[in-house]
């Protein structure tokens, strides 16, 4: 089955500095790529679902690349504040099913 | 208003003890699903549902059962509770026909004693 890895585990940055998530994945028929964002003792939040035939989705503050040669996905918060602060899950799901598959998720700390 | 409910929100339980986790949804979706995350970790799903009255085995499935009654409601049961099922639960639901998003519930915070 699908196997997702997400790097780095923790990543800690100065506010205004930028802070780039990745994760890679095995399936080639992924399909839809999904950028969560988990504040402590929430629930998980969408930021962002893209799509195969898509490369470049830029949303509030952040950035989220896809790169299906390399099958590498990637989050690039722009310029970090303090309220960016939480655990950032990928998740990955293939056309033909509605599994997705969760990486282990970055712990995000912005210093002010 | 929140779409994805789960009681309770916190649960302390006894080794051997049988615990039931509730999950309603009212997005009118097909699909249902049970995660469990432990500390630093991602999810990992456990059961799933496309139909009332019927549940799929996830990657995890050992230790819990699953029960559909209706399509707004999906449980999750541990019969007999373990030290090793203390974990944060994740209910969510996601729509058949688009295939994609899934809506997370709040958690349940487990603790096992």
């Known amino acids: 089955g699908e196997q997702v890895e997400q790097r780095p585990p923790h990543l800690s940055v100065r506010e205004g500095d930028s802070a780039v998530i990745t994760c890679t994945y095995t399936d080639p028929n992924s399909y839809y790529f999904f950028w969560y964002k988990q504040e402590p003792g929430a629930s998980l939040q969408l930021l962002m679902k893209?799509?195969?035939?898509?490369e470049i989705n830029e949303g509030q503050g952040f950035t989220v690349l896809l790169n299906k040669k390399d099958k590498r996905l990637s989050l690039n918060l722009t310029a970090a504040h303090p309220g960016d602060s939480a655990a950032y899950f990928c998740?990955?799901?293939?056309?033909?099913?509605?599994?997705?598959?969760f990486g282990d998720g970055t712990q995000l700390v912005v210093k002010p | 208003e929140a779409a994805v409910t789960q009681s309770p929100r916190s649960k302390v339980a006894v080794t051997g003890g049988k615990v039931t986790l509730s999950c309603h949804q009212t997005?009118?979706?097909?699909?249902m699903y049970w995660y469990r995350q432990d500390t630093g970790h991602g999810l990992r799903l456990i059961h799933y549902?496309?139909?009332?009255?019927?549940?799929e085995k996830g990657d995890i499935p050992d230790g819990y059962k699953a029960s559909r009654p209706s399509q707004e409601n999906f449980s999750l049961i541990l019969e007999l509770a373990s030290l090793s099922q203390t974990a944060v639960y994740f209910c969510a639901s996601s729509d058949a026909d688009t295939q994609d998003t899934q809506y997370f519930g709040p958690g349940t915070r487990l603790l096992v004693l």
């Open positions: 549902s496309y139909v009332a009255d019927s549940t």
């Open positions: 997005n009118n979706h097909d699909y």
């Open positions: 893209v799509f195969s035939s898509t």
């Open positions: 998740a990955v799901s293939a056309w033909s099913n509605n599994r997705i598959f």
